[in-house]
Nanobody, 117 residues
Framework: VQLQASGGGLVQAGGSLRLSCAAS????????MGWYRQAPGQQRELVAA???????DYAGSVKGRFTISRDNGKNTVYLQMNSLKPEDTAVYYC????????????WGQGTQVTVSS
């Protein structure tokens, strides 16, 4: 399984960006796709995740500002980021989890999001 992320960039505070991540390869019909981020000197943290059934989970810091969605037919997950803040600056990674016990975990390459104040 390969994941290809895109959509990062530089934006001013208050602006918006949309990230996309397309998965290819042997993908099970039941899976979870998500976005994580890692700022310099910090641990990677969950931003948002969505199951193939549409169940969503968000980090408290992005609730109400970010929206995760997916297109199962295209095996693609999106992250719409609105009202961006400088503290959202990080490298954003997408991932895919699948398997009977969620034992298969795949990561995409990161995409840089920089929010200027």
């Amino acid at each position: 399984v390969q994941l290809q992320a895109s959509g990062g960039g530089l934006v001013q505070a208050g602006g918006s960006l949309r990230l996309s991540c397309a998965a290819s390869g042997r993908i099970f019909s039941s899976n979870i796709m998500g976005w994580y981020r890692q700022a310099p000197g910090q641990q990677r943290e969950l931003v948002a995740a969505i199951s193939s059934a549409g169940s969503k989970d968000y980090a408290g810091s992005v609730k109400g500002r970010f929206t995760i969605s997916r297109d199962n037919g295209k095996n693609t997950v999106y992250l719409q980021m609105n009202s961006l803040k400088p503290e959202d600056t990080a490298v954003y990674y997408c991932n895919l989890i699948q398997g009977f016990a969620n034992e298969y975990l795949y990561w995409g390459q990161g995409t840089q999001v920089t929010v200027s104040s």
